[in-house]
């Protein structure tokens, strides 16, 4: 069984910064790539960055040099550095994991129950 729990979550003034974890845990046996969603209120999920097995990044336009994401591979955790943050970036933010749980099994997409980020003054 594959689990990953968000943390990090909170209330932050306009300009301010937060740091999201994610750890992944169960019977894994290769992860492919990471990454972060976010849902905001009233709207559809949609995806921000990911982090693959060779380090690639890539981040949504909106988030781009705002947002970093980092993995420690040997602790199956990624992280979601946030500054500069701006009301729009409220939203319930998810991780996902991409990957296998054993040698035979398909790559299959894990997610997170979800953290609150809030940006309000």
């Known amino acids: 069984q594959v689990q990953l729990v968000e943390s990090g979550g909170g209330l932050v003034q306009p300009g301010g910064s937060l740091n999201l974890s994610c750890a992944a845990s169960?019977?894994?046996?290769?992860?492919?790539?990471m990454g972060w969603y976010r849902q905001p209120p009233g709207k559809q999920r949609e995806w921000i960055t990911t982090?693959?097995?060779?380090?690639?990044?890539d981040y949504v336009d909106s988030v781009k040099g705002r947002f970093t994401i980092s993995r420690d591979y040997a602790k199956n955790m990624v992280y979601l550095q946030m500054i500069s943050l701006k009301p729009e970036d409220t939203a319930v933010y998810y991780c996902?994991?991409?990957?296998?749980?054993?040698?035979?099994?398909?790559?299959?997409?894990?997610w997170g129950q979800g953290t609150q980020v809030t940006v309000s003054s």
């Open positions: 996902k994991a991409f990957l296998q749980s054993s040698f035979r099994s398909p790559l299959t997409n894990y």
């Open positions: 169960g019977n894994i046996f290769s992860i492919q790539s």
């Open positions: 982090i693959s097995d060779l380090r690639r990044t």
